[in-house]
Structure formats: C-alpha cells, structure tokens
C-alpha cells in the first residue's frame, strides 16, 4: 500500500487544518488508519485510529475534543479534521495503514512520507 499525506501548512492557533491521506495498490477497507506526529527532537505520537469501517475510533486525549480522523472508502482516503490548533500541534503528521487496530507505531505496516503542520502563537 502506498500512502500520500497532504494539507499541511502554517496557520494561526485556533486556525483549522484538513490533513488527507491518499492509498493505492491495495484494499483500503482492509486496513485500519491512523494519524502520528513527530515534532523536532521528539519521538513519534499517536494522535488518532479508525477501524477498517469507519465505525470506531481513537484519540490521544489531548487531541481528542479538537481532532477528528475519518474515511471514505470508496475513495480510498483518510482525513484528519484540526480545529483549534495549538502552537503544541507543530509536527510532521504521517498517515499509516496497519490490518490491526491499535495506537502503537510498530503495529503499522505502511507510512506516508508525512505533511508539515506549523501552528504559529
């Protein structure tokens, strides 16, 4: 599966932002989908899980009544809603495709090449 992030970019905090996840060369309702971030010096971050139907997800907690990932199917490709971005939120933000539902980077099998979020204060 091949994974391109995009909608990065540098806005204000309480700006919003839409990152996207495009797939190919796989069956992307077989895949659970999430959203990292890795800011400069840390390591990479959960920020959020969908199940393979879109029914369930999963938010680290400080995200969680900010951010909402979702999927459409029939066209292959996640999103990530930010609304009330925080200076905090600055990261590289990386889709990923695993065929088990979990928050851990190593249960991921395949990446993106990550979009560049910039929250400015």
């Known amino acids: 599966v091949q994974l391109q992030a995009s909608g990065g970019g540098l806005v204000q905090a309480g700006d919003s932002l839409r990152l996207s996840c495009a797939a190919s060369g796989g069956t992307f309702s077989s895949y659970v989908m999430a959203w990292f971030r890795q800011a400069p010096g840390t390591e990479r971050e959960f920020v959020a899980a969908?199940?393979?139907?879109?029914?369930?997800?999963y938010y680290l907690d400080s995200v969680k009544a900010r951010f909402t990932i979702s999927r459409d199917n029939a066209k292959n490709t996640v999103y990530l809603q930010m609304n009330s971005l925080k200076p905090e939120d600055t990261a590289v933000y990386f889709c990923a495709a695993s065929a088990l539902y979990g928050s851990r980077s190593a249960g991921y099998d395949y990446w993106g090449q990550g979009t560049l979020v910039t929250v400015s204060s």
């Open positions: 969908i199940n393979w139907s879109g029914s369930g997800t």
